[in-house]
């Protein structure tokens, strides 16, 4: 009985330390991830006053591409830096006719360092936190024909938690469903010749499948 307890006892702890197997320090891992969010709404309406019938359309289009570089200082925890690139396009369509029609388009980029941690619960899967900040420009049009574009810089800071899948040691694929966010902007009209800025700063948490990331990460030296 005692002898059948120590080989027991053996095997559970051979089978927590290959739980906990670690992404050893010294590794580099090179990846990126990508996101992609549509948002559509349209609507008709008939008039029994000899107005005719009328629609519209409206369509949001998102699409993020982050390519990153980190290192593992010690074992699961590495440092690094990502460069964010983001477009977003906005169409709104009415009939009859085009006076309401509209195409508007945004651009911003983030760049900085990040420190990610891996929780590998087995060889194959686990759990990710990553922290990043740094710099933030974004480029605006105006809201009408008439008003001015606007371009913002300033820094950003980020909390986002997420899964990672690993079918061969080498290769990670990951995803995630938003997290923590701080931005803090100086906005001008481009092309402004005064000093005009408005300083704008903002602090949410933002979870669901329009922030749904998915990203992959080779592993070089495991």
Known sequence: MKKSFSIFLLCATASIAHAQSPIKAGTVALGGSI??????????????YGYGSYSSSFSNNILSI????????VDNLSVGVALTYNTQEI????????SGNSSRSATG?????????????NDQFGFTGT????YEHDT??????????TKSDGFYAALTPGIIFLPIPKLGIGASIGGLGYTRLNVKPDG???????????FGASFGLAQLTFSGTYFFGR
């Open 35 to 48: 996101n992609y969010s549509h948002n559509g709404e349209e609507s008709s309406s008939n008039s029994n």
């Open 66 to 73: 982050s390519p990153e570089v980190s290192y593992f200082v």
């Open 140 to 149: 605006q049009p105006g809201s009408t024909s008439a008003s001015a574009a």
């Open 109 to 121: 980029v983030r760049v900085g360092p990040f420190v990610r941690y891996y929780r590998m619960l």
């Open 192 to 202: 402004s010749a005064n000093n005009y800025t408005n300083t704008t700063s903002a």
């Open 131 to 134: 922290l990043g900040g740094g």
């Open 91 to 98: 169409n709104v369509k009415s009939s009859p006719g085009t």
